[in-house]
């Protein structure tokens, strides 16, 4: 293939100015003014960004192909070309986790037969009485039920069991079983799983990585009041980093209705106006490191019938627009949350290194056009399940275009 130079306003973690990316190969070798003339001229209402990823997605397929009716990896890879986004990381809570070698491996034959255009990395499960896998893999560790079978039910069990997997890269649900199991015949869905379950069970996750020296992420944070906890670990050097999801950021508990209910059902629950901005407050100075999803699609008859989880995929692109243009987020602080930090996390089990415009980069790109509002509609969607939180929303910008290893790709 040949060389292929993008040109307009590049933005990274470091700073955002006009410019042009030649890739080659399908890998970024050089960035600058005046490597010649571009095949690509993007106007300078977009920005030109490395390729975006979502560290935490539900594509629903393994061996049993029991969840293959709310997606797929292939239409995982859709949705999220679709929204911008050019590699993800895909959770273990399938019928069969991929918990050791043999069953790991049986998932991945699945995606590798696929060949799509969408890098994934698959987590690895930590259940009761499970070991780290021969190969590096990031983990992921559900303390209580969420949805799936892969949890604890005492965290001294966990416990026993992480102490196995010194070292390791654990990603931690962070909602205590013992207290979910106290409040489970409240009135609703939030008063179920309230704050003080994220809280304690953070508590545990962070000693937990003290003390077995993980590397440790807390995944789709909620709780403001947890946000001071995870400061105190960074401050300390602890290697500690957090997640934040959209819908944590752009719901809370003041715009659920009898009618949407079912819609804005999730674990962690929505919580309230003021963990809301405090979320994107922690988005913006750091002590958050992601914009990653939780996409967790269901089909439009089972979250009728009560099932948590929201997809997220396909407005992804639109979604970062709304944080640059609507909450004036910096160019700069897109690129750490939605492409460096992501990069950092999936390089060590990747061939290629994703998140930087920088040469010896992957040449994949997202572009976003911050003057073309997008409004959701469920015909657009590329995710099986078919539906979207945001229905009837606009978004102030949209994807203009997804380059993937130098190929431009229609979304
Ligand atoms: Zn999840």
Redesign the pocket.
């Known amino acids: 293939m040949k060389p292929v130079i993008v040109e307009g306003i590049l933005a990274d973690v470091d700073c955002v100015r006009p410019g042009q990316v030649l890739i080659e190969r399908g890998v970024i070798q050089a960035v600058g003014p005046n490597l010649g003339r571009a095949d690509h001229v993007f106007d300078e209402h977009c920005l030109i960004f490395a390729g975006m990823g979502d560290i935490?997605i539900?594509a629903r397929e393994d061996v049993t192909q029991k969840e293959t009716h709310k997606e797929t990896f292939s239409t995982a890879a859709a949705a999220a070309l679709h929204g911008g986004v050019v590699h993800v990381a895909d959770?273990p809570?399938n019928p069969a986790a991929p918990i050791d070698d043999a069953s790991y491996a049986a998932k991945e034959t699945l995606l590798v037969r696929a060949h799509l255009p969408v890098t994934f990395t698959l987590y690895g499960g930590i259940g009761p009485g499970t070991r780290p896998l021969m190969r590096n893999v990031p983990y992921k560790a559900y303390m209580g039920p969420?949805v799936g079978e892969l949890f604890f039910s005492t965290l001294e069990e966990l416990d026993r069991t992480l102490a196995h997997y010194q070292g390791q890269a654990v990603s931690f649900?962070c909602e205590d079983p013992i207290l979910l199991e106290k409040h489970k015949n409240a009135a609703t869905h939030e008063l179920r799983r309230p704050h003080e379950c994220e809280l304690s069970a953070t508590r545990f996750a962070l000693a937990m990585i003290e003390k077995h020296r993980l590397t440790g992420k807390l995944?789709?944070y909620s709780v403001g009041e947890g946000l001071p906890l995870i400061r105190a670990v960074k401050a300390k050097g602890l290697p500690v980093t957090a997640e934040v999801t959209p819908h944590h950021v752009f719901f809370d508990t003041a715009q659920i209705t009898p009618a949407n209910r079912p819609w804005m059902q999730m674990n962690p629950p929505l919580r309230s106006p003021n963990d809301r901005q405090a979320m994107l407050h922690a988005l913006r100075d750091g002590t958050a490191d992601y914009l990653a999803t939780?996409h967790?699609p269901h089909t439009i008859a089972e979250k009728e019938k009560g099932v948590s989880?929201q997809p997220h995929l396909d407005t992804y692109g639109p979604f970062v627009t709304w944080l640059l243009v609507d909450q004036g987020f910096t160019p700069e602080r897109i690129a750490a949350i939605c492409s460096a930090n992501p990069g950092e996390f999936v390089n060590p089990y990747q061939k290629e290194k994703f998140g930087r415009l920088l040469p010896g980069f992957v040449g994949s790109l997202t572009i976003l056009d911050l003057k073309r509002p997008m409004s959701v509609r469920r015909e657009g969607l590329k995710t099986k399940c078919g539906w979207s939180p945001f229905e009837g929303i606009t978004f102030p910008g949209s994807v203009a275009a997804v380059f993937v290893r130098g190929e431009r790709l229609n979304t």
């Open positions: 935490h539900h959770m809570n969420s649900h995944c789709h939780d967790a989880g």
